[in-house]
């Protein structure tokens, strides 16, 4: 009962063998096009040549209050970066992105108040929905899975590579959105990597769904979505954001 499948494996290791058999010039296997396009790198502080450049200290344009609609009512400060105005809610980008590459630096307040969750906590929505944590994590111990660098209350980073409260750090998050078919049922769900000041704390790790506070994740078909940064009652500072979409 098992004849058909076998001699079909058979016929398809007898055509690899042949056609690597075949193959007897280097340049057989080289492969020209496409070619891939030109990108300038960036250098400390300056976005690579094809990012959309989210905020680079000079303007809140690209941003809006995700409370009310209404303009961008964040701090932005003399040295180029822009600070939580608590109370103001969320800011939101007036874009939204599937698969990206994002950059984006954060500062926790130097003047060390409260504890745990109340400590420098801000937080970087993929999607508006998938939360990477911003939390200052330096010597605050909080629930794991909800420090720094942690897919909030899915997955705790693989280390803790915080710097001190009001030492700039920075994120590079590496984000492939999750795939729903037609039916809105997920074919495949979305994928983070997440590097903490050059460090990975997420590696290609699986999003289970949203991050809630309360309760499990939930899973809901949905297109590209804005970025969202969180207003959580802490003067978390932010500088130097830009994206690429993949
Ligand atoms: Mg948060």
Avoid at 129 to 149: F, H, I, K, P, W
Wanted: charged share 20%.
């Amino acid at each position: 009962m098992y004849r058909k499948p076998l001699l079909l494996i058979a016929c398809y290791c007898l055509a690899q063998v042949v056609a690597q058999a075949q193959i007897t010039d280097p340049k057989a296997t080289e492969v020209w096009t496409p070619e891939p396009r030109v990108v300038t790198p960036g250098t400390a502080g300056k976005a690579p040549s094809d990012a959309l450049v989210l905020f680079n200290g000079s303007h809140l344009k690209e941003w809006y209050s995700a409370k009310d609609s209404s303009a961008a009512a964040w701090i932005i400060n003399a040295d180029s970066s822009m600070t939580v105005k608590p109370g103001s809610g969320n800011l939101q980008t007036r874009r939204s992105f599937g698969d990206c590459q994002l950059h984006l630096e954060f500062r926790t307040p130097s003047v060390v108040k409260g504890d745990g969750q109340g400590r420098g906590n801000s937080g970087v929505f993929l999607q508006n929905r998938y939360e990477v944590q911003v939390l200052d994590s330096y010597q605050n111990r909080t629930y794991s899975n909800g420090q720094a660098g942690s897919i909030y209350k899915q997955t705790m980073p693989l280390v803790n590579v915080c710097r001190a409260p009001g030492e700039w750090q920075t994120y590079d998050i590496l984000f492939t959105a999750p795939r729903f078919n037609a039916d809105g049922i997920q074919v495949a769900p979305g994928r983070v990597t997440v590097l903490q000041n050059g460090v990975v704390v997420q590696l290609n790790t699986e999003i289970k769904g949203t991050t809630e506070y309360i309760g499990l994740p939930k899973v809901i078909a949905h297109g590209k979505g804005p970025l969202v940064l969180q207003d959580h009652d802490n003067t978390t500072s932010f500088r130097n954001i830009w994206i690429r979409e993949l």
